[in-house]
């Protein structure tokens, strides 16, 4: 415990999109990994080392089948930052002497804007493209950005904040006619929605274990081998994983992920429906007992476990320090004491008022009907309360 931080006994979790539990299935698949078979996958001059190895090509290949890819395709990682950086800053050091252009969008995660920006500082141009009050990119603008010294387009699958969903067959379609390579940040898209990296014509996709029910430290990167794509290495090592990423290789997480994968790959269709009959149920519960409700981002084009919702007239951190039995993210960071709008937002037009009553509701594989109504009455007594304590003018004024 630090700092006095303690679960009370009935919270609720609705931060899916930070972070999921880890399923007990993936658990079960990952332990023998770190007690029986213990073995180093580099050394395969023995049973130890060549169960370990066999463990991880295993689960290469059930990464692969969850995007449409070849198992020798998946380059595991620690995690999506570490794939982000290796996919734009590989690919874009490995291309400069003859594209050094980038492009992607102002509402990336903070970890491929700061790889662009990185590159910046080494030479190269960057383009970042706005969002339209939904959220998605016009794809129109992103054909004028590209042209043929452009080496990378780098745009998110799914929007870790509002849940909004890129077109990424048509940004693919793209990239390719220009000669430009197409990385996709798919933390947030991996086991929740149908992809295909030939399809969709993907060059490079960052994975995230954690956001898909397995541990946090293991992740992924896709990277195309026909055409085959090259990147530089972020560090130098004993060149494992083709020489793109040296390093002793963890087999109990690298199990994990791929028994993560599979059960998403079973399970995805069918979790996508409950999902979203569960976040329906909970906005109409909200809208049908509060004014001012609004939700930020596309409406349809978004995966069905997120709501980005504001209150108007509430600040989300005033609601969050109301409702500490409910585990919720704000559309706003609070450094040194001083509050600022979340970027995400305020690319989609909205002013600092509204971006500051945003929350995020995130659902997910355990979320249940019994915890949202009891989610739901929490959070409507909280911002009646809320708005009750002086802050009817606001909403007014809102409204």
Same mark, same amino acid.
């Given at each position: 415990?630090?700092?006095?931080?303690?679960?009370?006994?009935?919270?609720?979790?609705?931060?899916?999109?930070?972070?999921?539990?880890?399923?007990?299935?993936?658990?079960?698949?990952?332990?023998?990994?770190?007690?029986?078979?213990?073995?180093?996958?580099?050394?395969?001059?023995?049973?130890?080392?060549?169960?370990?190895?066999?463990?991880?090509?295993?689960?290469?290949?059930?990464?692969?089948?969850?995007?449409?890819?070849?198992?020798?395709?998946?380059?595991?990682?620690?995690?999506?930052?570490?794939?982000?950086?290796?996919?734009?800053?590989?690919?874009?050091?490995?291309?400069?002497?003859?594209?050094?252009?980038?492009?992607?969008?102002?509402?990336?995660?903070?970890?491929?804007?700061?790889?662009?920006?990185?590159?910046?500082?080494?030479?190269?141009?960057?383009?970042?493209?706005?969002?339209?009050?939904?959220?998605?990119?016009?794809?129109?603008?992103?054909?004028?950005?590209?042209?043929?010294?452009?080496?990378?387009?780098?745009?998110?699958?799914?929007?870790?904040?509002?849940?909004?969903?890129?077109?990424?067959?048509?940004?693919?379609?793209?990239?390719?006619?220009?000669?430009?390579?197409?990385?996709?940040?798919?933390?947030?898209?991996?086991?929740?929605?149908?992809?295909?990296?030939?399809?969709?014509?993907?060059?490079?996709?960052?994975?995230?274990?954690?956001?898909?029910?397995?541990?946090?430290?293991?992740?992924?990167?896709?990277?195309?081998?026909?055409?085959?794509?090259? $990147?530089?290495?972020?560090?130098?090592?004993?060149?494992?994983?083709? !020489? %793109? *990423? =040296?390093?002793? @290789?963890? &087999? #109990? +997480?690298?199990?994990?992920?791929?028994?993560?994968?599979?059960?998403?790959?079973?399970?995805?269709?069918?979790?996508?429906?409950?999902?979203?009959?569960?976040?329906?149920?909970?906005?109409?519960?909200?809208?049908?007992?509060?004014?001012?409700?609004?939700?930020?981002?596309?409406?349809?084009?978004?995966?069905?476990?997120?709501?980005?919702?504001?209150?108007?007239?509430?600040?989300?951190?005033?609601?969050?320090?109301?409702?500490?039995?409910?585990?919720?993210?704000?559309?706003?960071?609070?450094?040194?004491?001083?509050?600022?709008?979340?970027?995400?937002?305020?690319?989609?037009?909205?002013?600092?008022?509204?971006?500051?009553?945003?929350?995020?509701?995130?659902?997910?594989?355990?979320?249940?009907?019994?915890?949202? $109504?009891?989610?739901?009455?929490?959070?409507?007594?909280?911002?009646? !309360? %809320? *708005? =009750?304590?002086? @802050?009817? &003018? #606001? +909403?007014?004024?809102?409204?």
């Amino acid at each position: 415990m630090i700092n006095g931080a303690r679960v009370p006994p009935d919270a609720i979790y609705l931060d899916y999109q930070a972070t999921t539990p880890t399923d007990p299935r993936v658990v079960d698949a990952m332990m023998p990994y770190l007690v029986q078979r213990f073995g180093n996958p580099h050394s395969t001059s023995h049973a130890f080392g060549q169960e370990a190895a066999d463990a991880v090509e295993r689960a290469r290949e059930q990464v692969a089948a969850l995007i449409g890819a070849e198992a020798r395709e998946i380059v595991f990682t620690s995690g999506a930052t570490e794939s982000n950086n290796l996919a734009i800053k590989g690919a874009v050091r490995f291309l400069k002497s003859r594209r050094s252009k980038l492009v992607t969008v102002a509402t990336e995660h903070k970890c491929v804007l700061e790889s662009c920006r990185t590159l910046v500082a080494e030479g190269c141009e960057l383009t970042v493209l706005p969002v339209d009050r939904d959220g998605r990119l016009d794809l129109d603008r992103l054909a004028a950005a590209i042209d043929d010294r452009t080496a990378l387009v780098s745009v998110m699958a799914v929007n870790n904040e509002i849940g909004v969903i890129q077109d990424l067959a048509a940004i693919g379609a793209i990239a390719r006619a220009a000669g430009a390579l197409f990385h996709t940040d798919a933390a947030q898209a991996f086991g929740k929605v149908p992809l295909d990296v030939t399809a969709q014509k993907i060059d490079l996709m960052s994975i995230s274990g954690h956001k898909v029910y397995a541990p946090k430290g293991i992740g992924a990167l896709y990277v195309r081998r026909r055409p085959r794509v090259r $990147l530089e290495p972020l560090f130098s090592g004993g060149g494992q994983e083709r !020489g %793109l *990423r =040296s390093g002793t @290789l963890a &087999p #109990a +997480l690298i199990v994990a992920l791929g028994a993560a994968a599979e059960i998403a790959g079973r399970e995805r269709a069918a979790e996508a429906d409950r999902l979203g009959g569960l976040a329906a149920s909970f906005l109409d519960r909200l809208t049908e007992a509060l004014e001012g409700v609004a939700v930020h981002g596309n409406r349809t084009d978004r995966i069905p476990g997120n709501l980005n919702v504001g209150f108007a007239g509430v600040s989300a951190l005033a609601l969050m320090a109301a409702l500490p039995d409910l585990a919720l993210s704000v559309g706003s960071a609070c450094t040194s004491a001083d509050v600022e709008p979340s970027y995400v937002l305020s690319a989609l037009g909205l002013d600092d008022a509204t971006a500051a009553s945003a929350v995020r509701i995130g659902f997910g594989r355990f979320t249940t009907e019994a915890e949202l $109504l009891r989610a739901a009455g929490r959070m409507i007594a909280a911002v009646a !309360g %809320l *708005r =009750s304590a002086g @802050l009817r &003018p #606001a +909403l007014e004024a809102a409204t």
